[in-house]
Every structure is written in structure tokens, then in C-alpha cells.
């Protein structure tokens, strides 16, 4: 930058001869044209280097100290953005990546909450299964009992019911036939009737 700046001048100040010369020859002179162009005026010339001064000066100022600042904001700002995406590219791995978990544990979770429903289903069934079996057996040996008091008593009713058909054929045959009755004979015909009926 420097190195233009210079040759820029040195440029600017070997064309002052040949504008000097130019305001001197007489041929050049004004003609009533623009006054800025007017080379033959001495104020011109010296216009001219201060132009060419002010502007070294400015671009120099500008090389110097605007640009490298303007320069310095920009790479600043484009670091920025850079490490903006870098968070945001980290942030939606660690999203993608909670996310996965999340979705993971879930179906952990709900793989454990179905195999937790599965055993106490089989559980409970086992359970009715035994608490059933056992009130069968319960209600068999109940049943069983209850045949058995049912038995003893058609039993012992039978034994009444023969008792008082012997007796009663007893005294009919008494009545009718008078003495000489034959208990046993008359016990085996009862015993024969109520086996002929189906009660013996």
C-alpha cells in the first residue's frame, strides 16, 4: 500500500514539469476556457501538488488505520457467524442426540411396563388357578360329605321305613291270622317288597 502511495506521488510530481512547462509556453495559455484547467495560472499548479499531497495523505490514513479496522469488524463478524453455526450444529447434535435417548428410554420403558403386565397377568391367573383348584377340592370334599350325611340318612330312613313296614305288616298279620306269627318270614318280605321297589 505504502509502495503505491509512493509511486502514486512520484507519478504526480514528475508530471509537474511538463505542466509547468505547459502553463510557461505560450502557445498553452488560457483562452477564457474552464478556470480549473488553467495550468498557466502559478495557483493551479500549486492546487494541483496539494491535491495530489491531500490525497496521499488521506489514502494513506485510509490504508493505515479505516481499512485495517474495517477489515478487523468483518473478520470479527465472520468469526462470529462461524462460531454461531458451530454452536447451532452442536446444538442440534446434542438435540438429535437427547432425542434419540428420549426415544430409547421410552421404549425401554414401555417394553419393561409390558413385560411387568404380562407377569402379573400370568400371576394372577396362577393365582385364580390355585385359589380355584383348592375351592374345588374344598367344594368336592363338601359335596363328598354332604353325599355321605345324604346316604346315612336315606340309609337310616330305610332302616325306619323297614322297622315300621315289619312292624305294621306284624300286626296286620296278627290281626288277621291271630297267633303263630313268624317274625323272620315276615321281615324277609318286606326286605323283598322294598328291594322289589328299588329301596332295599
Known amino acids: ?13 514528475g508530471a509537474l514539469p511538463s505542466l509547468a512547462g ?9 483562452s477564457g476556457g474552464m478556470p480549473q484547467l488553467d495550468f498557466g495560472n502559478h495557483w493551479t499548479i500549486a492546487q494541483v501538488v496539494w491535491m495530489f499531497v491531500i490525497f496521499g495523505v488521506l489514502y494513506y490514513v485510509m490504508a493505515r ?14 468469526a462470529r457467524i462461524d462460531g454461531d453455526l458451530e454452536a ?5 447434535l446434542s438435540a438429535d442426540a437427547a432425542l434419540a435417548d428420549h426415544q430409547a428410554a421410552t421404549a425401554k420403558t414401555r417394553a419393561e411396563a409390558q413385560a411387568a403386565i404380562a407377569t402379573a397377568s400370568q400371576q ?19 359335596i363328598g360329605a ?3 350325611r345324604i346316604a346315612a340318612g336315606r340309609d337310616a330312613a330305610m332302616g325306619s321305613l323297614r322297622a315300621v313296614a315289619t312292624d305294621t305288616a306284624e300286626a296286620l298279620v296278627s290281626r288277621l291270622l291271630g297267633a303263630g306269627i313268624d ?6 318280605a318286606v326286605g323283598s317288597a322294598l328291594a322289589a321297589r328299588g329301596n332295599g
Not at 505547459?22 to 488560457?30: N, T, Y
Not at 447451532?88 to 442440534?92: I, N, S, T
Not at 394372577?124 to 375351592?135: F, G, N, P, W
Open 1 to 13: 500500500m505504502q509502495k503505491s502511495l509512493v509511486s502514486l506521488m512520484v507519478l504526480g510530481l
Open 22 to 30: 505547459a502553463a510557461g509556453d505560450p502557445g498553452h495559455a488560457s
Open 183 to 188: 317274625r323272620a318270614a315276615i321281615d324277609r
Open 124 to 142: 394372577a391367573q396362577a393365582d385364580a388357578a390355585a385359589k380355584a383348584e383348592v375351592l374345588n377340592a374344598k367344594l368336592s370334599e363338601q
Open 65 to 78: 488505520y479505516a481499512l485495517p479496522q474495517v477489515a478487523g469488524t468483518l473478520a470479527a463478524r465472520r
Open 88 to 92: 447451532a450444529h452442536a446444538a442440534k
Open 146 to 148: 354332604a353325599e355321605g
